[in-house]
C-alpha cells in the first residue's frame, strides 16, 4: 500500500520569500503519480501541480514548482516569491499506475504568509 | 479547465433523514469519480470509487448501506447519506479525472451538519 507522509503541520514564511513544503512517499510499485493540493479555508481543492513517476524533469507550473528526488522517495513543494492569498492547507497526494486510481493524501501542512 | 460542481455546498438536516450530494463533471465524461470525507483539520480520506454503470467500491470500515452511491451517467455521481446521525457531521469532496494528464479535480466540497 503506499503511504504520503508531511510532517511539516504548519510553516510560516514572509511575504515574497520561497518556501519549500516537505513530502514523502512510499510504495513498491514503479508507476505513480505525486499530485500538490491547496486547500484554502473556504475548502475547495485547488490542483497545483502533477509529478509522473517516470517524467524526468521536474514539474513546474508558475511559481510552483516539485522538487522531485526519486531515490529519497520525496516530492517537496516550492512556492516561490510567496503571497498573502497563498496562505492555506497543503497535501501532497499519490496515485498508483497513473491518474485514474484513488487518491491518497497526506495530512497536510498548514502554511501562512507574513506581510 | 475541467471543472467538478457539487451541490449542495452546505446542508443542515435533523438527525434520522437522509441526505443527497450531487457530483457533476460541467466539460467532461467520467467513469470513474471518488468520494472523500475530511474531519476538521484532518486530511481527506477515500470513502468509495464510484464507476459509472456499475457498483461503487467502498474502502474498508465504510458502511455501504449508511453511504449510499450512484453513478448514473458519465457526468453525475450521488451520495446519499442514509438515516443521518450527527457523527456523520463532515466535509464530504469529490472528484474526477479528465484523462490525459492524471490530474484530478474536486468539487467545492459539501459540508453536512446533523443536528
Known amino acids: 500500500a503506499q503511504k504520503i507522509t508531511q510532517t511539516q503541520p504548519g510553516m510560516f514564511v514572509q511575504e515574497k520569500e520561497a518556501v519549500t513544503l516537505d513530502c514523502t512517499y512510499d510504495t513498491s510499485d514503479p508507476s505513480y503519480g505525486l499530485f500538490w493540493y491547496k486547500q484554502p479555508s473556504s475548502g475547495e481543492m485547488i490542483f497545483l501541480i502533477y509529478?509522473?513517476?517516470?517524467?524526468?524533469q521536474n514539474a513546474t507550473e508558475g511559481r510552483y514548482s516539485l522538487n522531485f528526488q526519486k531515490a529519497r522517495k520525496s516530492a517537496n513543494l516550492v512556492i516561490s516569491a510567496s503571497q498573502l492569498g497563498d496562505s492555506a492547507m497543503y497535501f501532497c497526494a499519490m496515485t498508483l499506475s497513473g491518474g485514474y486510481q484513488k487518491v491518497t493524501f497526506g495530512t497536510g501542512t498548514k502554511l501562512q504568509v507574513i506581510p | 479547465g475541467a471543472v467538478v460542481s457539487q451541490h449542495p455546498s452546505r446542508v443542515i438536516c435533523k438527525s434520522g433523514t437522509s441526505v443527497k450530494i450531487e457530483c457533476r463533471s460541467l466539460d467532461f465524461q467520467a467513469t470513474t469519480m471518488f468520494w472523500y470525507r475530511q474531519f476538521p483539520k484532518q486530511s481527506l480520506m477515500l470513502m468509495a470509487t464510484s464507476n459509472e454503470g456499475s457498483k461503487a467500491t467502498y474502502e474498508q470500515g465504510v458502511e455501504k448501506d449508511k453511504f449510499l452511491i450512484n453513478h448514473a451517467s458519465l457526468t453525475l455521481s450521488t451520495l446519499t447519506v442514509t438515516s443521518a446521525h450527527p457523527e456523520d457531521s463532515s466535509f464530504y469532496i469529490c472528484?474526477?479525472?479528465?484523462?490525459?494528464?492524471?490530474?484530478?479535480?474536486f468539487g467545492e466540497g459539501s459540508r453536512l451538519t446533523v443536528l
Open positions: 509529478q509522473g513517476s517516470y517524467d524526468q
Open positions: 472528484s474526477a479525472s479528465s484523462g490525459g494528464t492524471g490530474e484530478l479535480f
